[in-house]
């Protein structure tokens, strides 16, 4: 979990409380919820509180039924107050989706994630300005006073190309939110063992594909600004935590030594 603050978009003085995957896992869920002055009996929210949890509810974990009824009470008691973004554990349950994952969610909990769905409780991205001097300014890398873009696995340059090039956080949340973008539903390495740049908000590792995607967009060849937000996400690490390293871009390949007198020079082949 991280906090960050205050959202200048809400009540006076409010905090902003991100919540990554909780997979399952009811129990360190209810632990963060009390950290933050969450009553979960009475699924009352604090004044001046506005968490955003960013996907992947269930699985992995047995708690996953139990903690879509406690989230379904809050957003239900604080509308507004309680952000829900979707994951890649989530969307499965949709109509029209492939299931992926062999763990299963009683009847009524897949009526719930799919009434989310439908009534636009549940969305692919949430987007918050974070104003600055005042509050809890902290997490998220010591997140900067400006535009925060909240999704499940991160929004890649691929991906954010596709999009139409979204100036500021809110146009980004709002075509990603549209559901007229199919980006939001690319898989990438984590599916099929291949980097995509492109890859969509749902899948995207967080090194090779969404800080990778980044590393290698360049201004000066693509023409395009590259957006001034900053973005938090769940899914996977820049760091994995048993290494304790982040990733890196590749280093680049040494050009090649010149021909030797008398051979023909042969151009490398461009992809």
């Not at 955003?52 to 047995?62: F, P, R, Y």
Request: proline share 9%; net charge neutral.
């Amino acid at each position: 979990m991280v906090t960050v603050g205050p959202a200048s978009h809400a009540p006076a003085g409010p905090r902003l409380a991100v919540i990554g995957d909780v997979s399952g896992h009811l129990g360190p869920f209810v632990e963060q919820l009390i950290v933050l002055g969450v009553d979960v009996d009475t699924a009352a929210i604090p004044d001046g509180l506005i968490v955003c949890q960013v996907g992947d509810l269930v699985h992995k974990g047995v708690d996953g039924d139990d903690i879509v009824e406690l989230v379904d009470r809050l957003m239900t008691a604080h509308p507004g107050r309680w952000v829900q973004l979707m994951g890649n554990h989530e969307a499965q349950y949709l109509p029209g989706r492939t299931r992926f994952w062999s763990q299963s969610l009683r009847l009524e909990t897949i009526t719930t994630l799919r009434r989310w769905w439908s009534d636009g409780r549940m969305t692919v991205a949430g987007a918050f300005d974070i104003a600055a001097g005042i509050g809890p300014v902290g997490a998220v890398d010591d997140c900067l006073p400006g535009g925060l873009l909240v999704t499940h696995a991160g929004l890649t340059a691929g991906a954010w190309r596709l999009l139409g090039h979204p100036a500021t956080v809110r146009q980004a949340a709002e075509v990603l939110n549209s559901r007229q973008a199919p980006v939001v539903w690319r898989t990438g390495a984590v599916m099929t063992g291949i980097d995509d740049l492109c890859a969509g908000p749902l899948w995207a590792a967080a090194g090779s594909e969404l800080v990778g995607s980044w590393a290698v967009l360049d201004e000066r060849v693509s023409g395009t600004r590259v957006p001034r937000f900053a973005q938090a996400h769940g899914h996977t690490a820049a760091v994995p935590w048993p290494a304790g390293t982040a990733w890196s871009p590749p280093k680049p390949r040494q050009p090649s030594p010149p021909p030797s007198p008398g051979k023909r020079w042969s151009s490398p082949t461009t992809i």
